[in-house]
């Protein structure tokens, strides 16, 4: 009994330690952290609207020629941002060293970001690599375009009942989708996707053509007032008939 009650003290002991050691780490993580940067103006959690202004102090060794890099990215790693924080004093000291950015961006599809702070590494060694990562929250924007789908009532009635795929029986369909930095793309991707018509929409005449398979959206360039899209289709699915070219 006595040697089960000393192994049990023992072990509690070790654990004990154990605990008290991941501790300390984490402190000296946090302490670190508060020497390199403070009075920063956002906290972890903070709900940030586009656009504004970061303004803190951090290590004058985090900079170079007047700079560090700044990004946020969404949940899914996914790059929002890239920009620099600038001095707004000597940097070529030792302490720290006021600084501010000025962030502009479109909102993410994600509610859950990361402003990521890094230390200005010339080297490019990832071993060199230091970052600060404070998770932000955003509000979840939308905007409202207008997806074409064929109504086969519109074309019977341009003519006298009949189906000759008239391009004027291409209707708008108003949807929302999230104001990101590619509203172009995310609306494409939702035709392609062949998003549900609702039961109103197809009792009104209504079709869709897709998803069709293997049909995919290879690039896409705006220039100019020019949207340019490549389309990849290995399957032949956007041709046929002189009738569905048409509404295609």
């Known amino acids: ?54 303004k803190g102090e951090i290590s004058s060794s ?19 941002i890239e920009t620099y924080a600038q001095a707004l004093e000597n940097w070529q000291t030792i302490g720290l060293v006021p600084f501010e950015a000025k962030i502009d961006f479109f909102y993410p599809k994600t509610e859950k970001s990361f ?17 600060i990562k404070i998770p932000v929250k ?10 074409f789908h064929y109504n086969e009532n519109v074309d019977k009635q341009l003519n006298k009942g009949s189906i000759n795929c008239q391009p004027e029986a291409v209707l708008a369909i108003e949807r929302e989708v999230l104001l990101t930095h590619s509203p172009s793309k995310d609306t494409l991707s939702l035709l392609l996707k062949g998003e549900e018509l609702t039961e109103k929409e197809k009792s009104m005449g209504f079709k869709t053509e ?11 360039n705006l220039k100019d007032g020019l949207l340019k899209l490549i389309f990849e289709d290995p399957l032949n699915k956007t041709v046929g008939g002189s009738c569905r070219i048409k509404i295609l």
């Not at 979840?140 to 375009?145: A, C, E, L, M």
């Open 1 to 54: 009994m006595e040697k089960t009650r000393n192994l049990l003290i023992f072990a509690f002991s070790i654990i004990f330690i154990l605990l008290m050691a991941l501790k300390s780490n984490f402190l000296l993580k946090n302490k670190k952290d508060a020497l390199l940067i403070k009075n920063l103006n956002i906290k972890n959690n903070d709900l940030l609207k586009t656009p504004f202004n970061l």
């Open 138 to 147: 955003f509000e979840i924007k939308k905007t409202k375009v207008k997806l």
């Open 210 to 220: 897709f998803p069709l398979t293997g049909l995919v959206l290879k690039d896409l």
């Open 115 to 131: 402003l990521i702070i890094e230390k200005n590494n010339l080297s490019g060694l990832k071993e060199l690599t230091e970052e």
């Open 62 to 80: 985090w900079f170079f020629e007047i700079d560090f890099p700044i990004k946020i990215v969404d949940e899914n790693n996914e790059i929002l």
